[in-house]
């Protein structure tokens, strides 16, 4: 079976840190090529609790899309996402590209439709993918970045994963 490129948003508002960590260990089996883009603290977006802490990981697979998405599922719920008596998001992971696929697959809508909805989504997006080109508009995620007018609050934040920065000094607030 060929590759696949994909694009994944990963976000967590309960221990953050550790949940982003074993997400992205969990993450690291299962895709081949794996890149994570800088780590960025928003307000919480349609969902009441904590700030929460996003990133968007690039990789490849050779798993097609429902079994991809049943096994994201399968890492949400091993990190507590679908415990009764969980606080907060502990873990959340969704397919926001598959290839260049465009449509509703099973209830799976590509590209989610928050690609181009939420900053804490398309900034991520344009630093880690800024050429990709979004299949629904045939414009990059650069480009889509620069001309959005999202209003939300988000920042930069440092995160260290398997002793690497994945958020740039640079690009932090001092």
Not at 28 to 34: I, N, S, T, V, Y
Not at 64 to 92: H, Q, S, T, V, W
Not at 148 to 163: A, E, M, R, T, Y
Request: aromatic share 8%.
């Amino acid at each position: 079976m060929p590759l696949t490129r994909v694009l994944l948003g990963l976000g967590s508002n309960s221990r953050r840190e550790q949940n982003l960590a074993a997400g992205l260990d969990a993450l690291e089996r299962l895709l081949g090529d794996m890149r994570c883009s800088p780590v960025f603290e928003s307000l919480a977006v349609g969902y009441k609790g904590e700030n929460f802490y996003n990133l968007v990981v690039s990789g490849t697979t050779e798993l097609p899309l429902m079994e991809l998405d049943r096994r994201l599922k399968f890492i949400e719920a091993d990190n507590g996402r679908y415990a009764p008596d969980r606080k907060g998001l502990p873990l959340d992971i969704d397919v926001l590209l598959y290839d260049d696929l465009v449509g509703n697959f099973h209830g799976l809508e590509l590209p989610r439709p928050e690609t181009l909805k939420n900053a804490f989504v398309l900034w991520p997006l344009s630093l880690l993918a800024p050429d990709v080109t979004h299949p629904g508009t045939g414009r990059s995620f650069a480009e889509l970045w620069r001309e959005s007018n999202i209003d939300q609050q988000l920042w930069p934040v440092p995160f260290c994963w398997k002793g690497s920065e994945l958020t740039p000094a640079a690009m932090r607030p001092q």
